[in-house]
T-cell receptor, first 114, second 112 residues
Framework: DGGITQSPKYLFRKEGQNVTLSCEQNLNHDAMYWYRQDPGQGLRLIYYSQIVNDFQKGDIAEGYSVSREKKESFPLTVTSAQKNPTAFYLC?????????????FGEGSRLTVL | GEDVEQSLFLSVREGDSSVINCTYTDSSSTYLYWYKQEPGAGLQLLTYIFSNMDMKQDQRLTVLLNKKDKHLSLRIADTQTGDSAIYFCAETSYSSASKIIFGSGTRLSIRP
């Protein structure tokens, strides 16, 4: 079945460590996105990419980095510069040719900093 | 920047109708969406409405759009325990470069 796979589902990190969250899609979608979700704050856009080897900062990019070397993959690195990284991270994708711009989401990765 | 607002909580009795409200600021919105998030999972698109429509019905779901007041609502008829979730209102427009702006989500809980 087509879909978006995020891993790991749960991740614990010590302060000062970088961690990378994986996001893979087999929907042949052009665009991919990373959102951060905190209780009562909804979804905030971290980075997005509309084409391979290109990506743009979202509203809260500081302390994060991404790469888009393949159409199917859009990994997110949470660096030690991110001051408050404990959150639920959601990856999404969409087809730019689609009329409605619907986003398809993965199941999320919950990062906890100890 | 553009903003989407919704109340954080709603509690309804099983079998009643639920109405979740949302307001937005972008006057050039093209599509408005309702997404559902079950505990510990990603979001799934429930329904959407194009900005030149004022109503859309899909089985138990009715979406109403008041473009003048920039108000969107989602009505769920005959609410069931399986409807317990967080519901996100979202919008996109040409002015936001087709990025989707999400509200903070409304947590719907069902009373027996």
């Amino acid at each position: 079945d087509g879909g978006i796979t995020q891993s790991p589902k749960y991740l614990f990190r010590k302060e000062g460590q970088n961690v990378t969250l994986s996001c893979e899609q087999n929907l042949n979608h052009d665009a991919m996105y990373w959102y951060r979700q905190d209780p009562g704050q909804g979804l905030r856009l971290i980075y997005y990419s509309q084409i391979v080897n290109d990506f743009q900062k979202g509203d809260i990019a500081e302390g994060y980095s991404v790469s888009r070397e393949k159409k199917e993959s859009f990994p997110l690195t949470v660096t030690s510069a991110q001051k408050n990284p404990t959150a639920f991270y959601l990856c999404a994708s969409s087809t730019l040719a689609g009329e409605t711009g619907e986003l398809f989401f993965g199941e999320g990765s919950r990062l906890t900093v100890l | 920047g553009e903003d989407v607002e919704q109340s954080l909580f709603l509690s309804v009795r099983e079998g009643d109708s639920s109405v979740i409200n949302c307001t937005y600021t972008d006057s050039s919105s093209t599509y408005l969406y309702w997404y559902k998030q079950e505990p510990g999972a990603g979001l799934q698109l429930l329904t959407y409405i194009f900005s030149n429509m004022d109503m859309k019905q899909d089985q138990r779901l009715t979406v109403l759009l008041n473009k003048k007041d920039k108000h969107l609502s989602l009505r769920i008829a005959d609410t069931q325990t399986g409807d317990s979730a967080i519901y996100f209102c979202a919008e996109t427009s040409y002015s936001s470069a087709s990025k989707i702006i999400f509200g903070s989500g409304t947590r719907l809980s069902i009373r027996p």
